[in-house]
């Protein structure tokens, strides 16, 4: 074979093995987000560029010269591709400090982002309470572990609260209540918004992590949030799935609510309020936040 049919038959192959292969394969829920992704550029042009469709073009482009042309043209010798001087090694970006757990690869792509974290609850409004713990101290304990992590990574963190409080004035409605967490995460321009809750059933039996974001947009940002969450927990992975929830409606940036697990069922309310279990959390998000930002 000569060299252009090597390049058409490798084209070919890695275009069924990357591209048709995760899709088929894929489970409802991640074909769903797929085609939320590929939907999403269509219906709107507010969108953030971080999860529209544009993205599979690109990496469809980034796939054919980085993965293909590159490798091929410095096996025929054919010149300046993917060429490595000496005086210009490869940046290798350090590892920000440790806390045992695995998964994160490089959290260089977090510096200077702006990141709004969002303690679901505080003050008058604890949100649910069960098994002797309230959501609001659940959210705020994994909320401010996420915090640290995030800015040990070069992130930008703004809290909504980081306290027991509430955001707007004590007194304020919940409307005004969610607008001033919205606002937040608005007026500073915040590249994504991490809303942490916990979640409540009737059915005490019902126990499991889920991740929800806004119709059209963020799925990306939750499913590998959501993914990240369930490797750190070993957690019941109950999904994504899109909501209508005032934070999310209401925030221009990618957003995503994280409901960590049901404080209704008495095993994971035990877990929730364990300080180990709440760094796992944490960890997860942040995992699935680096992720999502190396895209
Ligand atoms: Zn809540």
Do not use: C, W
Not at 49 to 74: M, Y
Not at 225 to 232: D, H
């Amino acid at each position: 074979m000569d060299s252009k049919k090597i390049l058409i038959v490798t084209m070919l192959l890695v275009l069924v093995f990357n591209i048709a292969g995760p899709i088929q394969v894929s489970h409802a829920a991640a074909l769903d987000s797929v085609i939320g992704t590929l939907a999403a550029s269509t219906v709107s042009s507010t969108n953030s560029g971080a999860s529209g469709g544009s993205d599979v073009f690109s990496k469809l482009f980034s796939l054919l010269f980085d993965k293909i042309l590159g490798p091929i043209l410095n096996i025929f010798g054919g010149g300046k591709a993917a060429t490595i001087l000496p005086e210009n090694p490869v940046k290798v970006t350090p590892l920000p400090p440790g806390d045992g757990t695995t998964g994160v690869v490089d959290s260089g792509v977090l510096r200077g982002k702006v990141v709004v974290v969002d303690p679901g609850h505080g003050g008058s409004n604890p949100g649910a309470v069960a098994n002797s713990t309230r959501e609001t101290d659940n959210n705020l304990a994994v909320s401010l572990k996420l915090r640290d992590k995030l800015t040990k990574a070069g992130a930008r963190v703004i809290m909504t609260r980081d306290s027991d409080r509430t955001v707007a004035p004590e007194g304020s409605s919940l409307g005004q209540e969610l607008a001033a967490r919205v606002n937040i995460a608005e007026a500073n321009n915040a590249d994504i918004f991490v809303s942490v809750h916990s979640n409540s059933n009737p059915d005490p039996s019902i126990y499991g992590t889920m991740t929800f974001y806004p119709s059209g947009k963020s799925s990306k940002l939750a499913l590998e949030v959501q993914n990240s969450i369930i490797r750190e927990t070993g957690a019941v992975d109950k999904g994504t799935s899109s909501a209508t929830f005032y934070v999310l409606r209401n925030t221009s940036m990618p957003s995503i609510l994280v409901e960590m697990g049901f404080v209704t069922n008495a095993s994971e309310a035990s877990r929730l309020q364990e300080d180990n279990y709440r760094n796992k959390i944490a960890q997860g998000i942040f995992n699935g936040v680096v992720k999502y930002f190396n895209n």
